[in-house]
């Protein structure tokens, strides 16, 4: 009798280690994925093709040139740490205006490199910011008088708000800078007020 309960302990006991083997065991659970939309505007930066009118501030300049310049330009912006962030950005602006003396046309260039440090004032897919820092300007004027070429140097400052859609940026802002030049011995501020807007990537 005993002999019969030991080996049929036995039976159950095996039975039960080759279940359990077989069973599979659960799979190890991956974590989630980031989304974008937890960043702060962009995961590590943003590449923006920009748009822009210029007011320039100088009477002169603007009673020669109008009261609007057009600009075209690229922006690269990075995130240093939290929600700070470095732009660097190159543009184009040219307009044809009319000298007040002779009235013979006039075509001036100029070509604004600026770089800033910008700041989101709220996390999120829309990021309103604003920002500071310098930029060189470099400009080439050209009419019946002669042709004034040379560089600026002035500051800057802005404020606009990012907005994301997955990957897709659009950015719409006013800056404001200012960049003294001296072309023909006649001081002048090629700086102005700007309204932009810009669309791009982030990455």
């Known amino acids: 009798m005993t002999r019969h309960l030991l080996a ?57 040139y109008g009261s609007a310049m057009i600009a ?30 002779t009235g013979d046309p006039s075509t001036l260039t100029i070509y604004p490199m600026e770089g800033m440090a910008l700041y989101a004032l709220v996390r999120g897919r829309v990021s309103p910011y604003v920002g500071g820092g310098g930029g ?28 994301r859609f997955g990957r897709f940026v659009v950015d719409g802002g006013v800056k404001y800078h200012s960049a003294k030049v001296t072309p023909l011995e006649d001081q002048a501020n090629l700086g102005g007020l700007r309204f932009g807007i810009g669309a791009g990537i982030a990455f």
């Not at 470099?138 to 802005?158: H, Q």
């Open 8 to 64: 049929g302990s036995l039976v159950m006991l095996l039975a039960a280690t080759v279940v359990e083997a077989q069973t599979p065991a659960p799979a190890a659970k991956r974590p989630p994925k980031p989304s974008l939309s937890n960043n702060i505007l962009a995961p590590t930066g943003m590449l923006l093709g920009r748009f822009d009118v210029q007011h320039p501030s100088d009477s002169l300049f603007g009673t020669v």
């Open 72 to 101: 075209f330009g690229v922006e690269f912006r990075a995130r240093v740490v939290g929600r700070l962030f470095v732009s660097g950005a190159l543009g184009r602006l040219g307009k044809q205006g009319v000298l007040t003396v």
């Open 136 to 163: 060189a300007y470099k400009y080439t004027e050209t009419n019946t008088i002669g042709t004034a070429d040379g560089m600026g140097y002035g500051f800057v400052v802005c404020g606009g708000v990012t907005a």
